[in-house]
């Protein structure tokens, strides 16, 4: 049976018992690691590892078969040094060390610290906020003004064609990613835009091409910083190539048998690329 994440914003009644603390320096979780595998502490508080937060929140539990785990999140100083064996490290570092199902629950924490902290006064009259005790919110006691942790919805999307030598998708390298890493396309949503608008408009921004038949392929949360990724499907509909140069470096045609280095796992990029080459390989 697969493990569930269960959200609350209640924390549990009773005694403190060992539970999952995903502690942050800035974005830097506090793990212990080697060089093959990352961990969250569990203990009942902080204070059994020797740091004080400044602020927590209860992120839910998680349920493991008959076994339920609960889950903080919290922020300690800038500055305060871990125990030995312990670390804080940058997350996005540790995407191939953490259980998948971790991570995720890392990337949910960091986000909503960041919020946290972001968030300790009103930004419309610069009351101090309160936290809300039946949703995930802070409100000002004395304009009113509620605030819920951000999300930045973007698109990502696999844009397909078949050619005269077979199906090919299209990739691209953006300027920001190592030489050798390409990926397919993605960008925010803008306001008032569709999320079938922005495939169009992204695609035709970022390449100058043209694209129809557009299906929901899936999401994933991105916590880098918040974004929610909503993955599509896209059949090429004309155009050619024109590269954006403030965006890109360059972006290319590629057929299932000469694909360059892509995103890894578990990420929602590597799997619309995945899935296509599953799609057009020939049958056994």
């Not at 050619?163 to 190592?178: I, M």
């Not at 155009?239 to 890894?264: K, S």
């Amino acid at each position: 049976m697969p493990r569930v994440f269960i959200s609350s914003v209640t924390p549990p009644a009773g005694p403190a018992t060992p539970a999952l603390w995903f502690l942050f320096q800035g974005t830097r979780l506090l793990v212990t690691k080697d060089a093959e595998r990352a961990e969250i502490p569990c203990v009942a508080t902080p204070a059994d590892l020797g740091l004080a937060v400044e602020r927590w929140h209860y992120l839910g539990h998680l349920e493991d078969g008959p076994e339920m785990t609960h889950c903080f999140c919290g922020e300690i100083a800038e500055g305060v040094a871990p125990r030995p064996g312990l670390s804080f490290e940058n997350l996005r570092a540790l995407f191939p060390l953490l259980d998948e199902t971790i991570f995720w629950l890392a990337g949910r924490a960091v986000q909503i610290v960041d919020w946290d902290r972001t968030h300790q006064y009103c930004g419309r009259c610069g009351s101090p906020t309160t936290n809300q005790i039946q949703e995930r919110a802070k409100r000002c006691p004395h304009c009113e003004l509620t605030n819920y942790p951000r999300l930045a919805p973007a698109i990502i999307v696999r844009v397909q064609r078949l050619s005269e030598d077979g199906p090919q998708v299209l990739l691209a390298r953006a300027r920001r990613f190592p030489t050798s890493l390409f990926s397919v396309l993605a960008g925010f949503v803008e306001p008032g835009e569709t999320l079938e608008e922005c495939v169009r408009r992204e695609i035709y921004e970022e390449v100058g091409l043209r694209v129809d038949n557009i299906r929901y392929f899936g999401s994933q949360p991105w916590p880098f910083p918040h974004s929610l990724m909503i993955a599509f499907e896209a059949d090429y509909a004309g155009g050619e190539i024109a590269v954006d140069p403030v965006e890109l470096a360059e972006a290319h045609w590629f057929a299932a048998d000469a694909l360059p280095n892509i995103p890894p796992p578990p990420s929602i990029a590597n799997q619309l690329i995945t899935s296509w080459l599953a799609s057009v390989a020939p049958a056994p």
